[in-house]
Nanobody, 124 residues
Framework: QVQLVESGGGLVQAGGSLRLSCAVS????????MGWFRQAPGKEREFVAG????????HYADSVKGRFTISRDNVKNTVLLQMDSLKPEDTATYYC?????????????????WGQGTQVTVSS
């Protein structure tokens, strides 16, 4: 059983930074590929960033490339999303997701485990 708990959301001005954390409760978190997704009101859930099995390979949505960084701390069993140069359009609920597969996927439907979400609001 895998449990995911996000934290680190909040309100920030445009141009600011936030770091989201996803605590992974699993015996072998390094064997999970991880993803961050977000969903704004009235919009579909969209892929933001992903990290492959054992940290192998990362992938970012074009909209966040160069501004967001995903990383994994296998000792602390956490996955981080560092978000810099935030824009109002980054406002959404951010979700951490995991699946027992090696590669990164941008498709939400293939992820088995989900956190409860954390709200990020960027003011202009």
């Amino acid at each position: 059983q895998v449990q995911l708990v996000e934290s680190g959301g909040g309100l920030v001005q445009a141009g600011g930074s936030l770091r989201l954390s996803c605590a992974v409760s699993a015996r072998t978190s390094s064997s999970l590929s991880m993803g961050w997704f977000r969903q704004a009101p009235g919009k579909e859930r969209e892929f933001v960033a992903g990290l492959g099995w054992n940290g192998a390979g990362t992938h970012y949505a074009d909209s966040v490339k160069g501004r967001f960084t995903i990383s994994r701390d296998n000792v602390k069993n956490t996955v981080l999303l560092q978000m810099d140069s935030l824009k109002p359009e980054d406002t959404a609920t951010y979700y951490c997701a995991a699946r027992s597969a090696m590669g990164v996927s941008v498709h939400a439907t293939v992820y088995t485990y989900w956190g409860q979400g954390t709200q990020v609001t960027v003011s202009s």
